[in-house]
Every structure is written in C-alpha cells, then in structure tokens.
C-alpha cells in the first residue's frame, strides 16, 4: 500500500487503523477522518473487499463523508469508520466482534461506532460487551424516521428555489425505494397533498405505497422518465447516474440517498439542465442529528424534530449562497462543512 501518508495529509485524516486478531481471523480498518468538532461518530461495515486497499480507501471515504455530515449538520462530532472484510452471510461470531470491539475500546472515545451495511443490532451487542463506545439498537430506536422528517423538510426549502413555495401541495414527486426511509417520507408528503409516483425492487413494498398513499407505481428504469417536480432517491448510491441523467425529468433531486451523484461531473450537468440538486449529506442529517441528540440524552423526540428542522434553513441559506457566488450546491455543501471543521479546529489549537 503506498501512498496513504500522503492522502491523509491532503485530506486532513488523523488516523487510518489496520486491525488483526490472530485467534478470530478478524481484520479490520479503523479510520478517523477528525475529531476536531467532537469524537469520530460512525458505522462499522462489513463487506467482502476485492482487497486491502479497496477496504481502506472505502474506510477513508466514508469516515471523511462523516465529518462533512456532521460539521455542516453543526453537531458536535467528528467523523470516523469501521469496516470489518469477511462475508456478513456466513463470518459473523461473537468472538469476531468482541475482538473489533477490543479494538474501538482501545481508542479511548475518539471513534465512536453504530451499525452500517452488513452490521446489525445483534452484532453491535456484541462489540458493546468490549467497549462503551457504540450507538444505536433496540433501546435507542431507527434514526430512518427523522431521517425522512429532514429530507420531506429540506424538499420544501428546494420547493422555495425553484417553485416559489414551500408548500408541496400539488407537486408530484418521484420516490425511488420506499424502504424504511421512502416510505416515511411518502407518508409526510402524502400528509401535505403531493402526489406521489413510486418505485421498488421489492413489488410489495411499492403496492403497498400505491395501497396507502394511492402512488402510482413505475418499474425500476422508468422512475427517471417519470415528469415530475421532485426526483427523490431513497434506495441506493449513484442514482443519478452518466446513463440516466439526461434522461430526468424533474426540477429538483432531493433525495435521502447518499452518494446520489454516481460522479461529481453530474452536478455540473443538472445545474446546467436547470435541475436543482439538494446535496445528499445536508438534506439526510436528520438521521445523525437523532443519534447524536439520543446518545446525549435529554431531549424529547419533538425537540429533535426541531432541530432536524434546521435542514430547510440551512439549504435555503446554501441555495442562496450557491446563486450568489456562482457556485454548485454541493460546492457550497462542501465548503460550508470544511469552514465549520476549521473553526473549531482552530478553536483547539487557540484554546
Ligand atoms: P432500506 O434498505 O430500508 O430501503 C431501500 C429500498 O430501496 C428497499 O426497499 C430496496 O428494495 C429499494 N431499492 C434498492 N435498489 C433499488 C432500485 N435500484 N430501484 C428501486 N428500489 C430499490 O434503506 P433505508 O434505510 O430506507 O435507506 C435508503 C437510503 O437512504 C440508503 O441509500 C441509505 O444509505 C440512505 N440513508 C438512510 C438513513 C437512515 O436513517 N436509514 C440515513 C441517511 C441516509
């Protein structure tokens, strides 16, 4: 492996962790991207890499991708990850994950884990009997909920841009994947009076949404043909995609997947097609502001809502600088996300 020193250094990581147990056969990588705003929160994931590298740098990625998250969610957290290599189907043990679990004690609170693909609950009870330092499960609830309140509010400050009004009454939006999070946001944005055209590997599923909030359902491919104001991507990464992009129909994507751009060439594209794009780690923070506000403690539901409502202003702010300044919206996402961590980087340094 070469070069990583220097990529870490380019992109300000604090630390990339290669893990081995002997006895369990565990590897894994640990990587923390900053603790600069608070401790690394993030995932562990388990997936069967090709090789090292693709671990470590799907490690680096996505610990990075946490930092941004939360610094422009303004949450007091850094941005880390775990990625454990082996097969979630059939290398899963207790002792695998008490031995991952030794590994995240020993990094004294600065990584803090919850589960990501290929984790789960069980899995995580089992690293928590090594160490405090894990979120999530049963007693704290699915972050998927505030994950669609954020995304339905955050439609709402792209409805402003591009339409005049927040209000969605009337709009027609595009839903692709009404897992746990769609179908959240559907019910919101049947609540309010939109009209929904929906989409889903899983055939029940998208009945089921024809069923409750009278969605017209679509196959797979045709979701991005479908005229429509909203396109909505809710299943996985790379939604928007070389092959579909000049085919969409919509004025806005604004989705609670991540990664929804397949490349970052694609902003450019949507922007120039007129289509407003909501960058996929502002409007799908509700997610993490919940896990975070949760593990703190102290605040009710409702008041967590409050602060996820925070997602409409913070991307009305970022449209309106993205205009001014002649920039991408995910330009201004970044930008806004590496002020945030800088600040508080330098608050360290001075304090
Ligand atoms: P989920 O697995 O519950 O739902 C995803 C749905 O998408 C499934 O029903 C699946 O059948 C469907 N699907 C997958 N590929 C599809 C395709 N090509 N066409 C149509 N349907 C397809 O997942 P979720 O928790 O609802 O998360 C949805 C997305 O939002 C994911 O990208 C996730 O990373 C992201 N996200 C989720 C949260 C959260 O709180 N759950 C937070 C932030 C981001």
Same mark, same amino acid.
């Given at each position: 492996m070469s070069g990583y020193l220097d990529r870490m250094a380019d992109q300000g990581f604090e630390e990339v962790v290669l893990v081995h147990d002997a006895e369990t056969g565990l590897k894994a990588a640990i990587a923390?991207? =900053? *603790?600069?705003?608070g401790p690394a929160l993030g995932g562990t994931r388990m997936w069967i890499y090709p090789n090292e590298e693709a671990a470590v740098d799907d490690v680096m990625c996505l610990a990075r991708g946490m930092s941004y998250k939360s610094a422009a969610a303004e949450l007091p957290l850094g941005g880390g990850k775990g990625v454990i290599i082996g097969d979630p189907r059939h290398d899963k043990s207790e002792a695998l994950f008490r031995a991952y679990g030794r590994f995240v004690d020993k990094m004294n609170g600065r990584f803090i884990t919850a589960a990501d693909m290929g984790t789960e609950e069980k899995d995580l009870d089992c690293v928590r009997l090594e160490t405090d330092h894990v979120v999530g499960g049963s007693q704290l609830g699915s972050p998927s909920p505030f994950t669609a309140y954020g995304v339905w509010k955050g439609m709402k400050a792209c409805a402003n841009e591009v339409?005049? *009004? =927040? #209000? $969605?009454?009337g709009l027609t939006v595009a839903v692709q994947g009404v897992g746990t999070v769609g179908a959240a946001l559907c019910r919101h944005l049947a609540e309010e009076g939109a009209r929904l055209i929906v989409t889903d590997l899983d055939g029940e599923k998208a009945a089921k949404a024809e069923d409750l909030w009278n969605a017209k359902v679509v196959g797979h491919d045709q979701i991005y043909t479908q005229k429509c104001d909203i396109f909505a991507p809710?299943?996985?990464?790379?939604? &928007?995609n070389a092959d579909n992009v000049e085919k969409l129909q919509c004025k806005v994507v604004a989705g609670a997947? #991540? #990664? &929804? $751009?397949? !490349? !970052?060439y694609l902003g450019e594209v949507l922007h120039k097609h007129g289509i407003l794009y909501a960058p996929d780690y502002i409007i799908n923070a509700g997610g993490i502001i919940f896990v975070e506000y949760s593990r703190q403690g102290g605040k009710t539901h409702d008041e967590i809502r409050q602060i996820i409502n925070r997602i409409e202003e913070r991307l009305t702010r970022l449209f309106t600088r993205a205009r001014e300044e002649n920039l991408l919206p995910q330009q201004v996402a970044d930008l806004t996300a590496e002020e945030n961590l800088q600040v508080k980087a330098d608050l360290s340094r001075s304090g």
């Open positions: 923390i991207h =900053s *603790t600069a705003r339409f005049g *009004t =927040s #209000n $969605l009454s809710c299943a996985a990464g790379g939604a &928007v997947a #991540n #990664n &929804v $751009l397949k !490349d !970052d």
